[in-house]
Structures are given as C-alpha cells and as structure tokens.
C-alpha cells in the first residue's frame, strides 16, 4: 500500500492554472520532498488530497483510502501543517495545542510538552502576539504531536530561523523512524537534498521528474570553477556558463580528458571540480 497515490488527479481553476493529471507515487515510510518554484501547484496538490478542496477529475489515495469518499478516515491519520498559519483569535497557545489534541481524541500531553520546549514556545503566549516563526512553531506541534501514519507539511520551514529549522527537521527524522511517511513541499532544493531520500519536481503543475534523490543527482555533470585565464567556448557538453572578477564557472558533461587538456593548456591559477547541487541539476537539466 502507498502513502499517497494519485491517477491523472487535476484541479482546474477555470483559465486559471492547478494541476494537471498528476501521477504521484509516495511509499509508506518514505521521507518524501514535493519540489517547485512559488505557483507551481503544491499547495493545490496538498489541498486536493486533504480533501480541502475538490478534484477537478482524476483520484487519488491516501494510505489506500480515497481522498473524495474516505476524507474524514484520512483526516485522523494525518498530519498537516499549511503554508499559512492561522488561529482563532483570542486563544493562548497551550489552549491551541490542548484543542487541537482534543480532535484527534488522544492524549498528546507528553508530546506536546517535549515539543514546545524543544521549538521553544512560550505557551502562556496570546496566538495574536505570535511571530510568523512562531505561529509556524505552533503548527508544527499541532502536526506532530499525535504521532501521525502520515505528515503533510507545506513550506514548513518558512519563517523559521536556522536553529529551529535544524531541530525542526530532527524532529521529522524521528518520526520518520517510528514509522511516519514524511511529504513536504519546498522551494528550497538544498532541504530536499539534505534531508529526503525521494523527490518530486512539478513546474506549471505537472510533475516534471520523481525519483531518488541519488538517483538525481547521479547526472555525470560536473561542478568547474576556474580561477585565471579559460575560454570555456572551445569545449562542448558546457551549460551555465558565468564569468565574473577572473572566476569562470560552469556544468560539464561529457568526457573529463578534453577538459583536463584545455586546462592544462590554459593560463589558470586554480580549478575546482566537484558534484553540482541538486539546486544546480534541477535548474539546468530540467529547464525550469
């Protein structure tokens, strides 16, 4: 059985872009990154699998449940944290939490506490006087605490610093152990190579490539910065090409003997050759 799993799901918003036929494999236990620029559809496809909002056509399922007939099913076996956090106004943070818990019909008081210190949140708190990062904070609690089959996170890292970030994604890496299939969306491509072992890229919302990470990042490009005099035209297999102040720097795919030649003819004062990001990989052999 798959975590989540759609057929050709669309979402139309009239003239508008959504999704279109998406086909979306996620296995249980996988730690899973949904990867597009801002407007790409991930929001969308994360709305229309919760059951928040309805498929244009298409199916899909979640945890072999379908997300049109078996939403509330769904709904107790998730997670999910949303881009935009809101609260209702006037409550305090551990009445949030203790709300959120009451729903899940399950006692999350210990995970709960742990949470919040480690996220650091001051519960006594008034949820109108919280930070963005805060209120990101909050959520996060609220998502994890009942100990999900599935966590749906989108943008989660938005608003938190770089300290919360590191901790926040401990966090998925235990619940990840215990069993928890982890999905999230990002437009961050160094999250997804740093922290999940599979990755979806969607642009204009079609899904362009899913696979391992490693399996991505296994291109044969390499990454070439040069320092001193190099003409980069005289060799092929080159693609993002800059230079700038005496630094030229490049992909190169091909063979690495016609490279080291024009090297080793040049007048260059030094040159680094190592494996591009999956950011750099993504960008240029996927054409976004």
């Not at 699998?49 to 072999?64: N, Q, R, V, W």
């Not at 209702?88 to 919040?116: H, P, Q, W, Y």
């Not at 006087?129 to 605490?145: E, P």
Request: contains cysteine.
């Amino acid at each position: 059985m798959k975590a989540i799993e759609t057929d050709r799901l669309t979402k139309a918003y009239g003239t508008s872009r959504g999704i279109t036929e998406l086909m979306l494999n996620v296995d249980q236990g996988d730690f899973f990154g949904f990867i597009g620029p801002n407007g790409a559809g991930k929001s969308t496809t994360i709305r229309t699998l919760l059951g928040l909002i309805s498929p244009t056509s298409g199916s899909a399922k979640i945890l072999g449940l379908d997300i049109v007939n078996d939403n509330k099913k769904i709904l107790e076996k998730t997670g999910y944290l949303p881009s935009e956090i809101n609260f209702t106004s006037g409550m305090k943070v551990k009445d949030v939490i203790r709300f959120s818990a009451s729903l899940r019909k399950k006692n999350c008081e210990e995970n709960a506490k742990s949470l919040c210190e480690r996220l650091a949140i001051d519960t006594s708190k008034k949820v109108d006087d919280l930070s963005l990062g805060n209120r990101k904070k909050v959520g996060i609690v609220c998502a994890v605490m009942h100990e999900p089959e599935l966590l749906i996170l989108d943008e989660p890292t938005s608003g938190l610093d770089p300290l919360m970030q590191r901790e926040f994604f401990e966090i998925l890496k235990e619940q990840n152990a215990k069993g928890s299939t982890i999905f999230f969306s990002s437009h961050i491509l160094s999250e997804v190579q740093s922290h999940c072992k599979t990755a979806a890229f969607i642009r204009d919302g079609k899904i362009i490539v899913s696979d391992k990470v490693e399996k991505l990042e296994e291109t044969g490009a390499k990454k070439v910065v040069i320092s001193g005099s190099f003409d980069a035209k005289t060799l092929s297999g080159i693609s993002d090409l800059r230079t700038e102040e005496g630094t030229t720097s490049f992909l190169y795919k091909g063979d690495l003997k016609p490279l080291l030649r024009s090297l080793s003819e040049s007048n260059i004062d030094n040159v680094n050759i190592t494996e591009p990001s999956l950011e750099e990989i993504f960008m240029n052999y996927y054409e976004v």
